[in-house]
Nanobody, 117 residues
């Protein structure tokens, strides 16, 4: 079974930066997609960014220009570098893995990101 373990959340001031990482373990097959979602209090979970095993990436509009997703396939790890953070970026950030052939989704436990002065 695929398992995801996130790290890197925390408290940061507006305008600051933070990097999240997510280590994926278990049987990993290609093609797949690794990515990040977030959920703010009282809001629905939304996609932040995704990185496909073929190298393609996608970003939510709010993430473009501020967030960068990358993946290290040798370490089965996906990263989310976040810059120019705003209070509205405060949320629980969840790592996501999709096995494209089976369409099975896996989720991490979530890591809190709080942007506040």
């Amino acid at each position: 079974q695929v398992q995801l373990v996130e790290s890197g959340g925390g408290l940061v001031q507006p305008g600051g930066s933070l990097e999240l990482s997510c280590a994926v373990s278990g049987p990993i097959f290609t093609p797949n997609t690794m990515g990040w979602y977030r959920q703010a209090p009282g809001e629905q979970r939304e996609s932040v960014a995704a990185a496909r095993s073929n190298g393609g990436t996608t970003y939510a509009e709010f993430a473009k220009g501020r967030f960068t997703i990358s993946r290290d396939n040798s370490r089965a790890t996906v990263y989310l570098q976040m810059t120019d953070l705003k209070p509205e970026d405060t949320a629980i950030y969840y790592c996501h893995f999709l096995d494209v052939k089976t369409m099975k989704n896996e989720w991490g436990q979530g890591t809190q990101v709080t942007v506040s002065s």
